[in-house]
Every structure is written in C-alpha cells, then in structure tokens.
C-alpha cells in the first residue's frame, strides 16, 4: 500500500504548528492506524482499490474549512478530486469474548452479524459497491478501531449490524447518531470523538433510506430512522447508520437467518439509492 | 545422643507436616468464608448508606410523571402518574422519583432498569447537571442492544424532566466510575440533555448544546441527544461516593 507520506506529513506539521500535538494525536495517527488497518482486514480483491480509496482520502478528510493559501511557507497540498460513493464499511458488532445478546437457544449476535454480513457484502458487491468489513472472523476490534478503518477511506459509508436482545421478533430498524454540535478546533479539524458530526444529515438520509426499505419488508418496523447515541457511530467520519434486528429472543435462529436476505436487500437498495446524493460535506454538518 | 535429637526434630517435623496437611485446607476455607462476608458486609453497608430516600409523608403529595415501557415491544415509553409526597428540593426529589421508578411498575414486564440496579448517588451541579451513579447491575442486567439501552436511559431522563424542572442534563456513572457504553451499545461517556427548554435559554461555551431535533412525545420518545461534558463540570469522582469516588 502506497500513502501520500509527504501530504500526511505537511498536515501534520501544520497540525502541530498551530495545535500542538493534541489535534494531530487524536486524528492524524489514528487515521494512519486506520489506513494500515484496513488494509491488512481487506481481501485480496479489494486491496488495490481500497489503498488507492484510503489514499486519496487521507489529505482531503482532515480539515473541514478551506485551509488558508499557505502556511509557514509550505504549499498546500494539491486538491484531490473527490469521489462518489463507491464503498461501504460493514461492521459486524462484537467479537471474541464479547458475544453481545445472547439468546436462551443459544444464539449470539456475534455470531448472527458476521452471517448476515457476509450476505450484505454479497448483494452489495453485486450492485457494484467495494465492501470492507471491520472483522472478518471471531475478533473484537475496538469502537475506535472500527471507526478508524471507515474514516480510513473515501467515498464510503458505514453500516454496523446488531441483533438486539428486546423489540418485536421479526422486526428491524435503524438509527442514527443523537444530534451534536458541529465542533471544530483552531485547525479547522474535528476532533475524533465527534467525528460523526458533519455527516448527521447524510447519516439521517441514508437512515431514513434503509428503514423505508426494511418497514416494506418486516412488517411492524418503523418507516424512518430513529436517534440513538450509539457509541460506534460517534467516531465515525462517514454517513453512518445501525441496524438492529429483533431479537435473539426468537425460539430458533432460523427465524433470524431467514430475515437474512431481506435485511441484506434493503441495506444495498438504499445505499444504491442514496448514492446521487452522496456528497462529502466541507462545512458545518450539510451536506 | 545426637542420634537421638536428630529422631526427636524428624518425629517433630513430621508431625508439623501431618498437622500441616490437614490443617492449611481448613485455614483456606475459613479465609474464604471470612473474605465473602467481609464482602457481603461492604456491599450492605454500601446499600444501608445508599437506600431509597425515605418519603416524608407529611410533604404535599403531588402527581409525579414516571416513564415506564409501553409493553408493546416497540421501544415506546408511556407515561403513569403517582401521586407522592416529593420534597421540594431538587436532589431529593431526583432521588424520590428515580428509586421509584427503579422500583418498578406493577406489572413487571414494563420495566425500563434492571430490578437489581440501585442508585448508589445523585448530586446536581449549579449548571443543571446531574450525576446518576448506579450499581453495577444497571451495566450488567439491562439487556444488551440499541433499542433496550435507549429505553432504560430515556425513561431516567424523561422522569426527571417531567418532575424536577432545574435538572437540564444527566450524566450516567457506574458504580462511581465513567463507563463507554451501558451494555455495549449506548454512549455514556457525555451527558444526555434533559430539559431542553432550559437548555435553550443558557447554552453552554464549553459544551454547546443543540435541542432534538423532534420534541419527545409520550408516544413515540424521540431519543436525548447526548453531549460531550465539560470535563471540569462532571467528576468522575467525588468525595463521599461509593468507593471512595
């Protein structure tokens, strides 16, 4: 993998010149961990592309104002055209010892996820979307982890998947970040705990796609996206949604399997209908 | 006769090793049962120091909103009114109706906390912030998953904004210490807004504020947003909490 090493290190000098080393430790090395990350979890595949996505993503996802002309007398980096939405981010939630809901048969949502990730990536991959998963088998990646390998790329969306322990059996929804404050610092960059704040409208309209979907096709499932302050989505720079199954509570796991493809369905229909809209946001949380 | 003393300190240590043998397992299981009531004796100190705030009956009785689960499965709160003798200061009253709601409905099924979680300690800040600090058994018995963790914190912060106007935010502990998520979903780690409409008035520098973007409805609760706390206006510890916190 290949990393615009020169463009990272004149952000990062910028960053420490005027912010010291809290603003470049709490983004930039992170997003160096993420470019890394993803690009050992990445199949063979998609390791080409997805280098070349997170490359191209470095640079132009860390300042959200226009950065001034110069700096120090250093040239700003070239600007980097931007690219539609062609990756999505899948999440299996939990992993390794934490197992998440579990159900009196037995049931774990760690293990239910990573089978119904596998059959989103499935649908997805064939409406044309790169798919990187934040785990690819029994491992527990961290929140930070996760949303590092998604802030990592360009041009993506970040999908976690969650069965949930209560809700009508049968049922699905999604929901989106709580609604905070866009912050920036001095630098003009987001700090990492907030990461999420400039995509809340996209967020909520990639949400509101999917439920739609997924309320034609489980029945009793809301019709829009609800709020939540759902830790994983807080830290990820991207749109960013949950989706929540009901419930490992069901008498046999087939009952959850069989809404499988359905979920998988509604996930790549609304993000191939959210595609057209998809537009990195540059200012103050619109899109 | 150095012969003989040498039988004597064998026959000793022998003896010293059968007493051993048979007395070090007995010594364990006695040092056992002694740290298991030892432990037993904290955690009922700790809950006689911590018990629900008795309710004065000679305090006016007033009709109390508390925010339990609609029974539908839809992640819904509704509302029930109990009439009680609440005190007219804001932390006791924080106090009155969150053990009451931890008590729980009559119909068990529509409890929003776990049964076992107690409210170990309440403190209200100047700015209109709340410390919540709960038992462990919040963390570990509230079912894990989006839809279940958003129920138990809206009706915690749906109760205190219908009873106790001055609290604004609410900031969630476990067991005195600041937890990341409250069963592996929900973000503890800011504060979730409370009373909007105070909020509005005085929005914060340091942790600015916005309102949500639907006002919550009996109905359909819309979830609190949660903020990022001031580092200097939440503790994570305070003299006089449970474990020294």
Known sequence: ?287 | MTTRWIKWVVGLLCVAVIVGVFYLPILRRRLRAAAKLQQQTAEQARRELTQAVPINPGEPRVKAKLFWASGNGDGALVDSTVELPLSDDSVLRSKQVLNTLLAGPVDAELRTLPPDAVLLAFYLLPNGTAIADFSEALATATPSGIQSEQLAVDSLTRTLEANVPRVQRLKILIHGQEVETLAGHLDLTGTFLVNTKGLLVAPSVAAPVVAPTAPPSAEKPAAPAIEKAAPAAVPTAKPGSPKGA
């Open chain 1, 1 to 287: 993998m290949l990393l615009d090493v020169a463009n990272i290190a004149r952000m990062n000098q910028r960053a420490w010149s005027r912010n010291g080393c809290r603003v470049s430790a709490f983004f930039l090395l992170p997003v160096l961990g993420a470019a890394a990350l993803s690009y050992s979890s990445q199949s063979p595949s998609q390791t080409s592309p997805a280098a070349a996505a997170a490359q191209s993503a470095l640079p132009q996802a860390l300042p959200t104002t226009p950065a001034p002309a110069t700096l120090q007398g250093l040239p700003l980096p070239p600007a980097v055209p931007r690219a539609g939405l062609n990756i999505v981010v899948l999440d299996p939630a939990h992993g390794g010892t934490d197992l998440g809901a579990r159900g009196t048969g037995g049931i774990r949502e760690s293990e239910i996820v990573l089978d119904f990730a596998t059959q989103v990536r499935r649908v997805l991959e064939a409406q044309g979307f790169q798919v990187v998963q934040t785990r690819q088998g029994n491992e527990d990646p961290s929140f930070d982890d996760r949303s590092a390998i998604a802030n990592a790329q360009s041009g993506a969306v970040f999908v976690t998947l969650h069965i949930a322990s209560t809700g009508l059996p049968g049922t699905a929804r999604v929901y989106v970040n709580s609604d905070l404050p866009v912050t920036t610092n001095a630098g003009g960059l987001i700090p990492w705990e907030r990461a999420q704040t400039p995509f809340q409208a996209l967020s909520r309209k990639l949400g509101d796609l999917v439920q739609g979907l997924l309320a034609q096709r489980f029945k009793g499932s809301p019709n829009t996206a609800q709020t939540a302050a759902v830790r994983q989505l807080r830290t990820t720079a991207a749109p960013a949604i949950a989706v929540e199954i009901s419930s490992v509570v069901v008498e046999s796991r087939a009952d959850l399997d069989r809404m499988a493809p359905g979920v998988a369905d509604a996930i790549a229909t609304g993000v191939a209908t959210f595609r057209p809209s998809y537009v990195v946001p540059t200012t103050g949380g619109t899109p």
